[in-house]
DNA sequence: TTGCCTACTTAGTAGAAGTTCC
DNA sequence: GGAACTTCTACTAAGTAGGCAA
């Protein structure tokens, strides 16, 4: 930050020389990697103590973590794509900008010296325990629980609720928006296709935003006529749609997509007479959609889909490519294949510059220790799992991951009940070799629900799924008991 | 109907932390 | 024992969706 006399002096950054900055902080992390380990354990010890009083409260009476107790630092924004504000300053906070909320018997936080809060409420209806409004978009942030919290548990399991209630009438609305693509009202037949489209492709819905206030990314519903072409063929396919837009976070989206011939036909009307500009579907928005999602089923809104979606190809791929008598890394393997598939569905890229050199180096494993087996197959049952090794498995599965992250659909989108009953029955056939359960998950799959399949255990996320009384209900099997076919939470009721 | 606001949910990235290899 | 590799986690941006008021 420059003062008002800095500002009038320096006039052209470029003619800044910031060499002494560079090498300052050059120095500074060498100084970090160079750290005794003694140093190293106390810098530890004074996190952790610092975790211990900042990083906890009670809620409901649980001592729950809080996932973020430490305010945002001021920087430089940096935004994602090509975002109008990269680069403003973020302003550095003060207990004067800051809410607190906690109950009124608590003990208030007391602020640092010389400080006092904005203000402190007692709302127990939110869950957010302080708030701040940041400067660059205006946007309210929140000091929340971590993702380990009771609650969030409990709205996980009821979010593939809902989606499991889709399932038992998805073929009634299909069926349904097939039926108003022929609707003489432009806006239902929008709408109608536009939940083809989110329903078929898994995309994302998307609110309108504000223009110039972020970067220029769309969602279904917000689709421009300049990002979709139309060709009656292509590669001797019919009825082709071509999409090509920037997405959430400004992942491009492309693809090629053979429609239905009445969904090319609604398309090439609902481009007729408009500007690469305009909206696409200019009669719709997600307010629109959803409220007549939720008519045709309680709960249901747009993001449902992709949910559903998900967790169906989890289960789908999973029945396609285990078999019972696979050995572990075979299993893993067709596991995190099966993941892939939902990640590719789902659209969650990963760039970075360190993951091709480690694509490079995998690949080039990968070939030495491919000889005599069939494991580059991509989602393909292996032949002779016998033959693969650990070691192959994961190189392998390195290799397929090319650019394909699988975090965010474990964290978000499978129902984490399909991985338990996968790999259940191997808790039964591995017997004395991988000694436990626990060791079990651990290695294969970092998956939250199933770091340890005891329920009086668990302290992840979908931990509610098993250890809260109304899971006990007839829709949430307990683990250790389910016979159900391994991966199959998807069946009729 | 529209715009705005609040309160979550979903998302990618950097780098810390942990593990394996040589 | 340290370098190289790999995984995990903190961080925070960017979505979704509901509610409310003009």
């Known amino acids: 930050m420059m003062t008002p006399e800095e500002k009038s002096t320096i006039t052209d950054l470029k003619k800044c020389n910031f060499k002494e900055m560079y090498e300052y902080f050059k120095a500074k992390s060498e100084e970090r990697k160079n750290m005794s380990k003694e140093e190293k354990k106390k810098i530890k010890a004074q996190n952790e103590a610092i975790q211990k009083e900042y990083g906890v409260c009670m809620m409901d009476g649980h001592k729950e973590k809080i996932g973020n107790f430490k305010i945002e630092p001021p920087g430089l ?200 500009g305009d909206d696409l579907f200019d009669r719709l928005n997600t307010s629109i959609m959803n409220e007549h999602l939720n008519s045709l089923m309680k709960g249901l809104t747009a993001k449902v889909f992709r949910t559903y979606n998900a967790s169906k190809t989890l289960q ?34 990963l760039f970075n510059a360190q993951v091709e050199t480690l694509q490079m180096k995998a690949r080039k494993r990968l070939s030495e220790l491919k000889v005599k087996n069939n494991l580059g197959k991509p989602l393909e049952r292996t032949t002779d799992p016998r033959e693969a090794t650990g070691k192959l498995s994961h190189i392998t599965t390195l290799d397929e991951n090319k650019e394909i992250a699988l975090g965010t659909s474990k964290l978000n989108y499978l129902d984490p009940r399909i991985s338990v009953a996968c790999i259940q029955p191997y808790s039964r056939s591995i017997g004395d070799e991988c000694a436990s359960w626990k060791h079990i998950s651990i290695t294969l799959i970092q998956h939250p629900a199933i770091i340890t399949p005891d329920p009086l255990e668990m302290s992840v996320p979908h931990a509610a799924y098993f250890n809260h009384p109304s899971s006990a209900s007839s829709h949430t099997p307990d683990p250790l008991e389910m016979s159900v076919l391994h991966g199959s939470i998807f069946q009729s009721p």
Request: charged share 30%; with cysteine.
């Open 316 to 349: 789908e791929q999973l029945n396609l490519l285990t078999n019972p008598d696979d050995p572990v890394p075979v299993k893993l393997l067709s596991y995190n294949r099966a993941n892939r598939a939902v990640a590719i569905l789902c659209h969650h890229q």
């Open 77 to 276: 924004f940096r935004g994602r794509g090509d975002h109008p504000k990269q680069g403003m300053l973020k302003m550095r906070i003060n207990p004067e900008d800051v809410i607190i909320n906690c109950s009124s018997d608590s003990k208030i936080p007391e602020p640092p010296a010389g400080h006092r809060w904005k203000k402190v409420l007692h709302n127990n209806k939110v869950t957010w325990l302080a708030s701040w409004t940041e400067n660059i978009q205006g946007h309210t942030k929140y000091v929340i629980l971590n993702a380990t919290f009771k609650l969030k548990g409990e709205k996980d399991l009821q979010k593939y609720e809902i989606a499991r209630k889709l399932h038992r009438t998805v073929d009634k609305i299909r069926a349904h928006y097939r039926e108003d693509w022929k609707s003489k009202e432009m806006m239902i037949q929008q709408r109608a296709v536009a939940m083809y489209f989110i329903d078929k492709l898994a995309l994302s819905v998307d609110n309108e935003k504000e223009e110039g206030e972020t970067a220029d990314t769309v969602g279904c519903c917000s689709l421009r006529v300049e990002h979709i072409k139309l060709h009656d063929e292509l590669d001797g396919k019919e009825s082709v749609v071509e999409f090509d837009f920037l997405g959430k976070d400004s992942i491009r989206y492309y693809n090629t997509v053979s429609v239905d011939k009445r969904v090319y036909k609604n398309l090439k009307l609902f481009m007729d007479n408009k500007q690469p």
